[in-house]
């Protein structure tokens, strides 16, 4: 059975996947989000769809609204030829945006224009609250009465509070401030390389480029470095031709402290980013000398494409691992980026956290017990930590890195299931 009154410590797509869920199953729900804003800023990120997120929307979502825009193929090109593979890869792209409002709609009725009438709560729904710019501190466990106290200040007014719970469930991201209180044992690192970002609405491209970037997951492999581009709804749900974007990320190296790195993360006012450069903010020269110095060897589509990026932004590649799943005797649990980040080469953040939250409700419902869900999120994690490395190799060309991320996968996955045949 549920618990009956859970905090959740982060208000994105991981916690409230875990919130509505947990809402439609009768639980009073308390979500803490250090985002002062009303409207959370996505950048317009694109994210994949996979089977477990569909499967809580389709369980849970009253809007009606579409989250994603499906494809059928994955193709990729060398430098300046269009199509060197082409294969049959279903899967379904969506906007971080649209998949947030849609699940905001869901969970506390934030009207916004992608859910411009969100539905009402249901007559089993439990009691919801969303509380925006409140910034966690301090966490304590009552063993005795089998409650977590969670401490926060609003990051507005300095005033401090607290709340109780016999449950508290923290998806707080890559940058985790629970798992730093917990002192979970976590390996966290750089990539090695970067990802410029950006979003172009399709009706400034031509009918050409639209064409090859349509109904397709795109890989461009520039030697040593490579895009990654598919079509994407806009925030406010558009997912019809005319109206819709299309993503692409760009990989590409850069040495942690070089020169390089230092031009390329302060932004147009002289401030240094540690991890992102927003939108609006990338140095207008910085993003030109880019673009010069690459796009003669893109194929026409992508060069197009990129040049016609309003409000390019950049981010580091960051990898993050922990190795404790819960705490609290499994009454406060790490869930999404905030027990492992991928490398975004999958766009498989999205995918792991309804993983997260469909197993928390198999031990609620008795099925497995929390150490065996934190097992299965360890082995998880473990799996997708290589798989996403594998993807990131194989396009920067990095051959050697690649074969000794596959065979330490070969060998995750031998031993599990040898652990598996003899238990």
């Known amino acids: 059975?549920?618990?009956?009154?859970?905090?959740?410590?982060?208000?994105?797509?991981?916690?409230?996947?875990?919130?509505?869920?947990?809402?439609?199953?009768?639980?009073?729900?308390?979500?803490?989000?250090?985002?002062?804003?009303?409207?959370?800023?996505?950048?317009?990120?694109?994210?994949?769809?996979?089977?477990?997120?569909?499967?809580?929307?389709?369980?849970?979502?009253?809007?009606?609204?579409p989250?994603?825009?499906?494809?059928?193929?994955?193709?990729?090109?060398?430098?300046?030829?269009?199509?060197?593979?082409?294969t049959t890869w279903r899967h379904n792209m969506s906007n971080w945006g649209t998949l947030y409002l849609i699940l905001r709609a869901n969970f506390d009725g934030l009207k916004s224009a992608c859910v411009p009438n969100?539905?009402?709560?249901?007559?089993?729904?439990?009691?919801?609250?969303?509380?925006?710019?409140?910034?966690?501190?301090?966490?304590?466990?009552?063993?005795?009465?089998?409650?977590?106290?969670?401490?926060?200040?609003?990051?507005?007014?300095?005033?401090?509070?607290?709340?109780?719970?016999?449950m508290v469930i923290a998806a707080d991201g890559v940058h985790s401030t629970v798992r730093k209180l917990m002192q979970a044992p976590t390996r966290k690192e750089y990539s090695g390389y970067i990802g410029w970002r950006g979003t172009v609405p399709e009706r400034l491209l031509?009918?050409?480029?639209?064409?090859?970037?349509?109904?397709?997951?795109?890989?461009?492999l520039l030697g040593g470095h490579y895009f990654i581009s598919y079509l994407i709804p806009t925030e406010t749900g558009h997912v019809e031709p005319g109206k819709r974007l299309i993503n692409w990320v760009?990989?590409?190296?850069?040495?942690?402290?070089?020169?390089?790195?230092?031009?390329?993360?302060?932004?147009?006012?002289?401030?240094?980013?540690p991890n992102t450069v927003p939108q609006g903010l990338v140095n207008p020269d910085v993003w030109k000398a880019q673009l010069s110095r690459w796009s003669s060897i893109m194929t026409g589509p992508l060069s197009e494409l990129v040049a016609n990026t309003p409000k390019p932004f950049v981010t580091k590649v960051i990898e993050a691992q922990t190795t404790k799943a819960s705490f609290y005797d499994g009454r406060l649990v790490l869930v999404g980026d905030a027990f492992t980040g991928f490398r975004s080469h999958l766009g498989w953040a999205s995918e792991q956290a309804a993983r997260h939250a469909v197993s928390l409700d198999r031990v609620w419902k008795g099925e497995i017990t929390?150490?065996?869900?934190?097992?299965?999120?360890?082995?998880?994690?473990?799996?997708?930590?290589?798989?996403?490395?594998?993807?990131?190799?194989?396009?920067?060309?990095?051959?050697?890195?690649?074969?000794?991320n596959a065979l330490a996968y070969v060998w995750v996955m031998t031993t599990h299931y040898i652990s598996v045949l003899f238990r």
């Open 1 to 65: 059975m549920a618990p009956q009154k859970v905090i959740i410590i982060g208000g994105s797509v991981a916690g409230l996947l875990q919130g509505l869920q947990l809402k439609r199953q009768g639980s009073h729900v308390i979500v803490l989000e250090q985002d002062p804003s009303k409207d959370r800023a996505s950048h317009e990120s694109g994210v994949s769809i996979g089977k477990t997120v569909v499967s809580i929307l389709d369980k849970y979502d009253a809007t009606g609204r």
């Open 67 to 86: 989250a994603a825009i499906p494809a059928e193929y994955m193709s990729a090109a060398w430098r300046q030829r269009r199509r060197v593979a082409n």
């Open 118 to 166: 969100p539905p009402e709560p249901k007559p089993t729904d439990g009691k919801v609250e969303y509380h925006a710019g409140k910034q966690v501190y301090g966490v304590s466990y009552d063993r005795d009465e089998g409650l977590v106290t969670v401490s926060y200040a609003d990051v507005t007014t300095g005033e401090k509070d607290s709340v109780s719970a016999e």
């Open 206 to 220: 031509s009918k050409d480029a639209i064409e090859y970037f349509s109904n397709r997951l795109n890989f461009s």
């Open 250 to 273: 760009w990989y590409y190296v850069v040495p942690d402290g070089c020169p390089e790195m230092e031009a390329i993360f302060t932004d147009v006012n002289g401030k240094v980013h």
């Open 370 to 404: 929390m150490k065996q869900r934190d097992e299965e999120a360890i082995l998880y994690a473990q799996r997708f930590i290589y798989l996403n490395r594998m993807m990131g190799f194989s396009g920067l060309g990095w051959i050697a890195s690649f074969l000794r």
